[in-house]
């Protein structure tokens, strides 16, 4: 039979078909066929087609793992799911018959042709079947599957089903299938009393476990049951030869689940094997005591000696011998008959063996004529001496006097020449005497007072040992001696310490007198300074100690206390005083978020003992791998970080003898900082010969200066620095007697306008502005900042205005109509004046009173309103040509309207021929007289007309440029 997988199904390509019935399925299926079709058109109807048949495609005995391909035919073509195919599920499956029986074995869909269903069933470790076949009629399950006929009949598993397990045409009838799993290897022989392994395997890993029953013969003994764990496939069994009849004989094994006939047992033969004559020693114990008391076991036990093999019709004599194992030199440990006799038709004869001397392992052997012979051990217990009295005496003695210990003791007879005692004078130090012998008295002295437990342990020969009970206490008492004791042995140096500052110690008298009359102890200590006791001390009558205070003065050192009394050896004691570092230590570090380049500043402060105040000395250890030692209390020390980042401060203090770590550490953030820099122009700056001069100050002020003079200073803030508060305020006077004022404040961090002039009046005593240390973009990046600032010098004393190009005309008078205060050309400066007095210029006037001026103002005056050249105003009206000199102060004093010049009409004479009248020449306070240094022509843009009278008073109190203070006359 061959199988191949083609298109996703099993096509049976050459069919052999078993002994009990083979015919062409082809032919068969198309005769059914014929039949239904004439049937369907005699009745008129047809009815679902049946199974005829099942089969295996393959008869013969199957093993684990092997494939068997079942075939169900029907008499019909068919269809699965509606597909003659079968190809489209769900898939029927068939259940199958087979041992251990309890778990449903599937033999699963793999194909349809025609008539016929293809199943397989793949063999598992452990099963077994005689004949194959399927469990009962209704073993076809559909599983959800529809199985149909061409003619779309469904046929029913239930009603129709399978033909019986027991019919001819059903898998069993049709074929020979049979499924052995199970083997047994192992050897085939086995000889009497001796074993064999036999392994039981079940032809591969299970996934549960396997129970197997044994069936032994007589002549064989093993276990059973035995189990194939889960997972494995296999387990061992141990079987053992049997002393009888020898032979060949069978094992069976038989999993459980398999038929209870037989017919699947695993049958293994083996031969036992016959053994020539032979003894063997049975019953009885092996262990025993050397004496009928105090042991663990009995000191005898009855042994038997069996023969085997050979004729029993004469008696036996057998030769009984012994052999010490652990020392050949001891052949009395257990005493045993020398020979035995086994009575003529019996097997066995029972003898003694009794324990002597232990601890012993003894084989003893029997041997006889014609047979092999028999050993056997016997282990003999040793029994421990038995102590019948013991004492120690005296029990108080004086230091260097006997005590006296005997013992006597009682052992078994071969263990009695060999009992040795050990007494133990001092169970602390284990001093001992050994090899002490029983009843002879042995002699100790102590050297040391005190209390001691005394022990004794009695040994025999063999190891046994036994502890008498109880103890003895000695007491030894000592001679006459002072002692000091009690209290700690380190103390500190002051309170506050790891230790105490003091401890009180005991001087004790032993010996005679101990509890006598008074007792002065004199006390002193070496070297002096590091501790102190009392002088003296004293011992109350009928008391044996008094105690005192040792107190640490200064450490770190050892110092030894003498005690000494009339008729008592001097005694010493050691103390050790030990250094109390420094304490109440205080730190201040600052500033904590300095920038780079700043100075930080630390100090410290510490207590310490009298004697240890001039040495403590402080190490700064700042963090970036520099530190500065030996640093004293309350000193000022300063640091500079290089680089930005983060430091860790840390202060260690010491005294010189010990040190502490402070436990405050300081964490300082050093930042790269923000850089603000002022420029202060100096006189001679731009071609200025009239700059002020001020002072400068921030708010807040700057972590540091990296530059601080006169004309430039760098200041440096912390990162956290959003805005500085820049004050400038004037020199009022300066070194050379000159007012000076704010001229402007220029800077990239002021506003969006870069370098935007700012003015300020000569009533501002100082001026603040505010400057930003941030992006213009982004208000938490830091960045640096320039600022210019300018001050303004008089151009004379005493005229309390700025002129910081030294012109003569006021830095704001120029600002205001538009002059240009840094330059001295043309209307700029004094060049546009025609009388080379340097007062302030302008074009035009307006002295009509209904019209307005730019600040809401009458434009007629009293005296008008004087018009910049370059400001635009529509109430301008001209009346006259272009006039250069127009507010003109020569600080002359003049009263023109007094007695000094009668008939002289301001408003008509030209006094001076200059072509302005005088009233003109008045009205802006000029002198109409002098007629010098004018150049070019001036013309009178308006005549004053009617009866206009001007006071000098009011000349002098409105129209004058430098606020109300006169000039010296020119």
Same mark, same amino acid.
């Given at each position: 039979?061959?199988?191949?997988?083609?298109?996703?199904?099993?096509?049976?390509?050459?069919? $052999?078909?078993?002994?009990?019935?083979?015919?062409?399925?082809?032919?068969?299926?198309?005769?059914?066929?014929?039949?239904?079709?004439? *049937?369907?058109?005699?009745?008129?109807?047809?009815? !679902? !087609?049946?199974?005829?048949?099942?089969? *295996?495609?393959?008869?013969?005995?199957?093993?684990?793992?092997?494939?068997? &391909?079942?075939?169900?035919? =029907?008499?019909? &073509?068919?269809?699965?799911?509606?597909?003659?195919?079968?190809?489209?599920?769900?898939?029927?499956?068939?259940?199958?018959?087979?041992?251990?029986?309890?778990?449903?074995?599937?033999?699963?869909?793999?194909?349809?042709?025609?008539?016929?269903?293809?199943?397989?069933?793949?063999?598992?470790?452990?099963?077994?079947?005689?004949?194959?076949?399927?469990?009962?009629?209704?073993?076809?399950?559909?599983?959800?599957?529809?199985?149909?006929?061409?003619?779309?009949?469904?046929?029913?598993?239930?009603?129709?089903?399978?033909?019986?397990?027991?019919?001819?045409?059903?898998?069993?009838?049709?074929?020979?299938?049979?499924?052995?799993?199970?083997?047994?290897?192992?050897?085939?022989?086995?000889?009497?009393?001796?074993?064999?392994? @036999?392994?039981?395997?079940?032809?591969?890993?299970? /996934?549960?476990?396997?129970?197997?029953?044994?069936?032994?013969?007589?002549?064989?003994?093993?276990?059973?049951?035995?189990?194939?764990?889960?997972?494995?496939?296999?387990?061992?069994?141990?079987?053992?030869?049997?002393?009888?009849?020898?032979?060949?004989?069978?094992?069976?094994?038989?999993?459980?689940?398999?038929?209870?006939?037989?017919?699947?047992?695993?049958?293994?033969?083996?031969?036992?094997?016959?053994?020539?004559?032979?003894?063997?020693?049975?019953?009885?114990?092996?262990?025993?005591?050397?004496?009928?008391?105090?042991?663990?076991?009995?000191?005898?036990?009855?042994?038997?000696?069996?023969?085997?093999?050979?004729?029993?019709?004469?008696?036996?004599?057998?030769?009984?011998?012994?052999?010490?194992?652990?020392?050949?030199?001891?052949?009395?440990?257990?005493?045993?008959?020398?020979?035995?006799?086994?009575?003529?038709?019996?097997?066995?004869?029972?003898?003694?063996?009794?324990?002597?001397?232990?601890?012993?392992?003894?084989?003893?052997?029997?041997?006889?004529?014609?047979?092999?012979?028999?050993?056997?051990?016997?282990?003999?217990?040793?029994?421990?001496?038995?102590?019948?009295?013991?004492?120690?005496?005296?029990?108080?003695?004086?230091?260097?006097?006997?005590?006296?210990?005997? =013992?006597?003791?009682?052992?078994?007879?071969?263990?009695?020449?060999?009992?040795?005692?050990?007494?133990?004078?001092?169970?602390?130090?284990?001093?001992?005497? /050994? $090899?002490?012998?029983?009843?002879?008295?042995?002699?100790?002295?102590?050297?040391?007072?005190?209390?001691?437990?005394?022990?004794?342990?009695?040994?025999?020969?063999?190891?046994?040992?036994?502890?008498?009970?109880?103890?003895?206490?000695?007491?030894?008492?000592?001679?006459?001696?002072?002692?000091?004791?009690?209290?700690?042995?380190?103390?500190?140096? *002051?309170?506050?310490?790891?230790?105490?500052?003091?401890?009180?110690?005991?001087?004790?008298?032993?010996?005679?007198? *101990?509890?006598?009359?008074?007792?002065?102890? $004199?006390?002193?200590?070496?070297?002096?300074?590091?501790?102190?006791?009392?002088?003296?001390?004293?011992?109350?009558?009928?008391?044996?100690?008094?105690?005192?205070?040792?107190?640490?003065?200064?450490?770190? #050192?050892?110092?030894?206390?003498? #005690?000494?009394?009339?008729?008592?050896?001097?005694?010493?004691?050691?103390?050790?005083?030990?250094?109390?570092?420094?304490?109440?230590?205080?730190?201040?570090?600052?500033?904590?978020?300095?920038?780079?380049?700043?100075?930080?500043?630390?100090?410290?402060?510490?207590?310490?003992?009298?004697?240890?105040?001039?040495?403590?000395?402080?190490?700064?250890?700042?963090?970036?791998?520099?530190?500065?030692?030996?640093?004293?209390?309350?000193?000022?020390?300063?640091?500079?970080?290089?680089?930005?980042?983060?430091?860790?401060? /840390?202060?260690?203090?010491?005294?010189?003898?010990?040190?502490?770590?402070?436990?405050?550490?300081?964490?300082?953030?050093?930042?790269?900082?923000?850089?603000?820099?002022?420029?202060?122009?100096?006189?001679?700056?731009?071609? @200025?010969?009239?700059?002020?001069?001020? %002072?400068?100050?921030?708010?807040?002020?700057?972590?540091?200066? !990296?530059?601080?003079?006169?004309?430039?200073?760098?200041?440096? =803030?912390?990162?956290?620095?959003?805005?500085?508060?820049?004050?400038?305020?004037?020199?009022?006077?300066?070194?050379?007697?000159?007012?000076?004022?704010? &001229?402007?404040?220029?800077?990239?961090?002021?506003?969006?306008?870069?370098?935007?002039?700012?003015?300020?009046?000569?009533?501002?005593?100082?001026?603040?502005?505010?400057?930003? @240390?941030?992006?213009?973009?982004?208000?938490?990046?830091?960045?640096?900042?320039?600022?210019?600032?300018?001050?303004?010098?008089?151009?004379?004393?005493?005229?309390?205005?700025?002129?910081?190009?030294?012109?003569?005309?006021?830095?704001?008078?120029?600002?205001?109509?538009?002059?240009?205060?840094?330059?001295?050309?043309?209307?700029?400066?004094?060049?546009?004046?025609?009388?080379?007095?340097?007062?302030?210029?302008?074009?035009?006037?307006?002295?009509?009173?209904?019209?307005?001026?730019?600040?809401?103002?009458?434009?007629?005056?009293?005296?008008?309103?004087?018009?910049?050249?370059?400001?635009?105003?529509?109430?301008?009206?001209?009346?006259?040509?272009? =006039?250069?000199?127009?507010?003109? &102060?020569?600080?002359?004093?003049?009263?023109?309207?007094?007695?000094?010049?009668?008939?002289?009409?301001?408003?008509?004479?030209?006094?001076?021929?200059?072509?302005?009248?005088?009233?003109?020449?008045?009205?802006?306070?000029?002198?109409?007289?002098?007629?010098?240094?004018?150049?070019?022509?001036?013309?009178?843009?308006?005549?004053?007309?009617? %009866?206009?009278?001007?006071?000098?008073?009011?000349?002098?109190?409105?129209?004058?440029?430098?606020?109300?203070?006169?000039?010296?006359?020119?």
């Amino acid at each position: 039979m061959n199988i191949e997988f083609n298109n996703s199904r099993y096509v049976e390509k050459e069919s $052999n078909m078993s002994k009990k019935g083979a015919w062409s399925l082809l032919s068969r299926g198309w005769s059914r066929l014929i039949m239904a079709t004439a *049937a369907l058109s005699l009745a008129g109807a047809v009815q !679902a !087609a049946d199974i005829v048949s099942v089969h *295996a495609l393959q008869d013969g005995t199957y093993n684990v793992g092997d494939e068997i &391909f079942i075939v169900v035919t =029907f008499d019909d &073509f068919m269809k699965l799911n509606g597909d003659p195919d079968g190809e489209v599920g769900p898939f029927p499956y068939l259940t199958l018959d087979i041992n251990p029986s309890g778990v449903e074995r599937r033999a699963e869909f793999v194909a349809l042709f025609g008539t016929d269903f293809y199943f397989v069933y793949v063999v598992k470790p452990g099963e077994f079947s005689a004949d194959l076949n399927y469990a009962n009629k209704s073993s076809l399950k559909l599983n959800g599957a529809k199985i149909q006929d061409q003619w779309d009949m469904v046929w029913n598993y239930f009603l129709q089903g399978l033909p019986e397990p027991t019919d001819p045409s059903s898998l069993a009838g049709m074929s020979d299938v049979r499924i052995e799993t199970m083997g047994i290897s192992g050897l085939n022989s086995v000889d009497q009393g001796n074993s064999v392994n @036999l392994v039981i395997d079940r032809g591969g890993a299970g /996934t549960s476990q396997l129970t197997v029953n044994m069936i032994y013969p007589p002549q064989i003994t093993g276990p059973s049951p035995v189990y194939i764990p889960a997972g494995s496939d296999s387990v061992s069994v141990t079987v053992q030869g049997v002393m009888g009849t020898v032979g060949p004989v069978e094992i069976r094994a038989r999993p459980l689940g398999y038929p209870a006939n037989g017919d699947g047992d695993i049958i293994h033969n083996i031969s036992v094997v016959g053994l020539p004559p032979f003894l063997t020693f049975e019953d009885g114990l092996t262990q025993l005591s050397e004496g009928t008391s105090g042991g663990s076991y009995p000191n005898a036990t009855s042994w038997t000696v069996k023969r085997w093999g050979g004729s029993n019709q004469q008696p036996l004599v057998v030769d009984l011998s012994m052999t010490n194992l652990l020392d050949p030199q001891v052949l009395n440990a257990v005493s045993i008959p020398a020979t035995v006799t086994i009575p003529a038709n019996q097997d066995t004869v029972s003898f003694t063996v009794v324990g002597k001397d232990g601890a012993y392992i003894i084989e003893i052997t029997g041997t006889a004529t014609d047979y092999a012979s028999a050993t056997r051990q016997v282990q003999v217990e040793n029994i421990n001496p038995v102590i019948g009295s013991a004492s120690v005496t005296p029990l108080t003695v004086t230091v260097g006097n006997n005590v006296s210990a005997i =013992f006597n003791a009682t052992d078994v007879a071969a263990d009695l020449a060999g009992l040795r005692g050990r007494w133990v004078w001092d169970i602390t130090t284990q001093e001992s005497t /050994t $090899n002490a012998l029983n009843n002879v008295a042995v002699q100790h002295s102590y050297s040391e007072p005190g209390v001691y437990t005394v022990q004794l342990y009695v040994t025999d020969k063999d190891g046994g040992m036994t502890k008498y009970s109880p103890d003895w206490t000695v007491t030894v008492e000592p001679l006459p001696y002072i002692e000091l004791t009690g209290g700690e042995t380190t103390i500190a140096e *002051a309170a506050g310490g790891t230790y105490a500052n003091t401890t009180t110690w005991t001087i004790t008298r032993w010996g005679a007198g *101990a509890n006598g009359p008074p007792q002065v102890v $004199n006390l002193s200590i070496a070297p002096g300074g590091v501790a102190k006791v009392p002088n003296s001390v004293t011992i109350a009558s009928g008391a044996s100690s008094a105690n005192f205070v040792v107190e640490g003065i200064n450490g770190s #050192a050892t110092a030894t206390v003498t #005690a000494t009394a009339a008729g008592y050896t001097a005694v010493t004691r050691d103390i050790d005083v030990r250094n109390v570092p420094p304490w109440n230590i205080g730190a201040t570090v600052g500033p904590l978020n300095p920038i780079e380049g700043e100075v930080i500043t630390a100090q410290f402060s510490a207590d310490d003992v009298t004697a240890d105040i001039p040495n403590i000395r402080g190490t700064w250890i700042w963090g970036d791998g520099t530190q500065d030692a030996n640093t004293m209390p309350g000193a000022a020390i300063s640091h500079t970080y290089a680089g930005p980042g983060s430091y860790i401060v /840390t202060l260690v203090v010491t005294d010189g003898e010990s040190q502490v770590q402070y436990t405050t550490q300081f964490n300082v953030e050093v930042s790269a900082g923000i850089t603000l820099n002022v420029n202060i122009p100096a006189n001679g700056a731009e071609g @200025l010969e009239n700059i002020g001069t001020g %002072s400068i100050t921030f708010d807040p002020a700057p972590s540091r200066f !990296a530059v601080n003079t006169a004309t430039f200073i760098s200041a440096q =803030f912390r990162d956290s620095v959003r805005t500085v508060n820049v004050t400038a305020t004037p020199h009022q006077p300066d070194a050379n007697g000159f007012n000076n004022y704010h &001229f402007q404040f220029v800077s990239d961090g002021i506003s969006e306008a870069n370098g935007q002039p700012l003015a300020f009046g000569n009533d501002v005593a100082s001026a603040t502005v505010p400057v930003s @240390l941030r992006s213009d973009n982004n208000a938490a990046e830091p960045q640096d900042r320039n600022l210019t600032v300018w001050f303004s010098r008089e151009w004379m004393q005493g005229d309390n205005r700025g002129d910081i190009d030294g012109d003569g005309l006021t830095d704001e008078w120029e600002i205001k109509y538009g002059l240009n205060p840094r330059s001295v050309i043309g209307r700029n400066g004094g060049g546009g004046c025609p009388t080379g007095d340097r007062l302030p210029n302008a074009p035009y006037v307006i002295l009509n009173p209904s019209i307005l001026d730019p600040d809401g103002e009458p434009a007629g005056g009293p005296f008008g309103y004087p018009i910049p050249v370059t400001e635009t105003w529509t109430g301008y009206a001209p009346v006259g040509p272009y =006039f250069n000199n127009r507010l003109q &102060f020569r600080g002359q004093t003049l009263d023109i309207w007094d007695d000094d010049f009668p008939g002289l009409d301001p408003t008509m004479t030209d006094s001076n021929g200059d072509g302005i009248n005088d009233g003109w020449t008045y009205y802006f306070w000029a002198n109409a007289i002098n007629d010098t240094n004018f150049v070019g022509r001036a013309y009178d843009p308006e005549t004053i007309t009617g %009866s206009l009278v001007i006071p000098n008073a009011t000349i002098r109190s409105l129209f004058n440029p430098r606020a109300n203070n006169l000039l010296p006359a020119s």
